[in-house]
């Protein structure tokens, strides 16, 4: 049963097309993340939620919007793809706020491409 | 300057030799030190957390982190194909996990 889902698994749309990317998870954790990689492995974080409240937002263009409906789900919605866009887009939760002791749960990433 | 650094390799060890893997940091305000595990086509795993200065040992795997240098540290022992992996050191500062690039790590049977 796996921890972090993530779907889809692919993406491969159009430059100016919105796409959504869900996530769940069921280890009861109050936290999750969702972290972008890009070619060279860089992984940057994007967003956080604790117990569906906004509480991590990088400079993140607000062409991104993540929503929380519950504790166990974010999903990621992007407006108008852009070609730099393209990157595999993970999903993370933790049991803790502030991911102190480091223990992220990673789903098995988003890969999205931008044609 | 990026807050972790990290070498991007590629690293490639016959098997059952050594394996280091470094990382430099810039905030002296990191407090956990972590190293990831990552398998093509996967998401990252965390593979050993230390707090602060010191060693910690699992099995073959060894972390050390110096934070007077602002070194991190991760050694493999007698190492496996199965070993192959990117690894991602990371640092905690305040809410958020800083990762370095990652080293890809090649074990040659």
């Known amino acids: 049963d796996t921890a972090v889902s993530q779907t889809p698994k692919y993406l491969v749309t159009q430059m100016g097309n919105d796409k959504s990317i869900k996530c769940e998870q069921n280890?009861?954790?109050?936290?999750m993340y969702w972290y972008k990689q890009d070619s060279k492995k860089f992984l940057k974080i994007m967003f956080s939620?604790?117990?569906?409240?906004?509480?991590i937002n990088e400079t993140v263009p607000n062409r991104f919007s993540p929503k929380s409906p519950d504790k166990a789900h974010l999903n990621l919605h992007i407006n108008s793809l852009e070609l730099g866009d393209s990157a595999v887009y993970f999903c993370?939760?933790?049991?803790?706020?502030?991911?102190?002791?480091?223990?992220?749960?990673f789903g098995e990433g988003s890969r999205l491409t931008v044609l | 300057q990026k807050e972790v650094e990290q070498d991007p390799g590629p690293l490639s060890v016959p098997e059952g030799a050594i394996v280091s893997l470094n990382c430099t940091y810039s905030?002296?305000?990191?407090?956990?030190f972590m190293w990831y595990r990552q398998y093509s086509r996967k998401g990252p795993e965390l593979l050993m957390y230390?707090?602060?200065?010191g060693n910690k040992e699992d099995g073959r795997f060894t972390a050390q982190v110096d934070k007077s240098s602002k070194y991190i540290s991760l050694f493999i022992r007698d190492s496996q194909p199965s070993d192959s992996a990117t690894y991602l050191c990371?640092?905690?500062?305040?809410?958020?996990?800083?990762f370095g690039s990652g080293t890809r790590l090649s074990i040659r049977p």
């Open positions: 993370a939760s933790s049991q803790d706020r502030e991911g102190s002791t480091g223990e992220l749960f």
């Open positions: 280890l009861g954790h109050d936290t």
């Open positions: 939620y604790n117990n569906k409240e906004l509480i």
């Open positions: 905030n002296s305000a990191f407090q956990y």
């Open positions: 230390t707090y602060s200065s």
């Open positions: 990371a640092a905690n500062s305040a809410s958020k996990i800083i």
